[in-house]
């Protein structure tokens, strides 16, 4: 049963999932797999973002996970996540939600990790990219007493399903080349593939969206889609960021259409430098208006000389209820995790 997005064509452009596509639009590490991608309807705008996607690697889709069979579940929990570029230890996040740290006491043995500015090492990057592309800088911070894990990596190691769609490069020379992106990681298996280019405002931005299913104690069947979405920062043009930002949440509410009656869940970074009061969160609580039963809004990133902001949210609609709140610590990000216990 397929939970797919809108298909309108009036405002987005819809590339068949299954057509052919080359460079960041193939899927690895098997070109069958299923990925539906949702492009802005402007032929200059896409020409653009071709730019950009020539110079990364194709989408991993790895949807299967390690454990055989799921226990029923009555609640998931689902963390988003802006791990700069490997500077957030993502395991031992992993390891402190095994054993319940964050979820009082109970393990979550089942969750979704949506991460954004998690990156991928390896030769799925192109080495090379025609002279004059858009590449932004590297990030690449040195953890102390570790080193840095891409995506796949992290995926791999701990049985995970994994939807990782890169939006950029992540700098133009490395002895290793890099991108950077988004991703889903899972321990239930992932279906109905979904990446979403957003309106090019800055640098490149693409949200990865898939669907997860599973039975409640009681036996009733559940399904949720789940959307990862970064937006962009610093804008000048066109009205100035705060317009750039509600347009690319238009086309993220756009692209996953407007029926209630597909339980979503969409979090990330929304860059949102006067939090509450943004154009973007607002747009977004229209269309998805389940709301926390707990009110927390902490900041959720910290930069130099003090510099703290509330960018990273959770918003829901089509479930049971929701509790969504900041985790105490960053893990060595410049973001901390934003935890959502979602009943159904």
């Given amino acids: 049963m397929s939970f797919g997005a809108a298909t309108t064509v009036l405002l987005l452009h819809v590339v068949a999932a299954g057509a052919p596509a080359s460079g960041c639009r193939d899927v690895v590490p098997d070109s069958e797999r299923r990925v539906e991608w949702i492009a802005p309807p402007s032929d200059a705008v896409r020409a653009q973002l071709s730019r950009w996607c020539d110079t990364v690697g194709p989408v991993l889709f790895e949807p299967a996970v390690a454990a055989a069979t799921r226990a029923p579940l009555d609640r998931l929990t689902v963390i988003t996540w802006n791990v700069h570029v490997g500077g957030g230890d993502v395991d031992a ?17 089942d969750f979704i990790l949506m991460l954004q500015e998690t990156y991928r090492a390896g030769t799925d990057v192109p080495s090379n990219f025609p002279r004059g592309f858009p590449v932004p800088g590297p990030i690449a911070p040195a953890p102390p007493g570790r080193p840095r894990e891409d995506v796949r990596s992290v995926a791999h190691e701990h049985g995970l399903a994994v939807l990782y769609a890169p939006s950029m490069r992540n700098g133009a020379v490395s002895r290793v080349p890099e991108d950077r992106g988004n991703a889903i990681l899972s321990t239930i298996a992932l279906t109905d593939a979904l990446v979403i280019e957003l ?38 043009t066109r009205g100035g960021p705060f317009r750039a930002r509600r347009r690319q949440a238009e086309a993220v509410i756009e692209a996953l259409g407007a029926s209630a009656a597909v339980p979503t869940i969409v979090g990330g970074d929304f860059n949102t430098w ?61 973001h901390f995790p934003v935890l959502a216990r979602v009943d159904f």
Avoid: C
């Fill in 93 to 109: 996040l992993i390891a402190r939600l095994l054993r319940g740290e964050f979820t009082d006491g109970e393990p979550a043995s």
């Fill in 199 to 236: 309106p090019l405002e800055r640098q490149r931005r693409v949200a990865a969206s898939a669907v997860v299913a599973g039975r409640t104690r009681g036996g009733a069947a559940w399904h949720l889609r789940i959307a990862n979405v970064h937006l962009d920062t610093a804008v000048f």
């Fill in 274 to 334: 006067m939090g509450d009061e943004e154009p973007a969160i607002a747009t977004m609580r229209k269309v998805f208006p389940v709301r926390s039963t707990i009110d927390d809004r902490r900041a959720t990133w910290i930069g130099m000389l003090g510099l703290h902001a509330r960018l990273d949210y959770v918003f829901a609609r089509g479930v049971k209820a929701i509790e969504v709140r900041r985790l105490p610590q960053r893990f060595g990000s410049d």
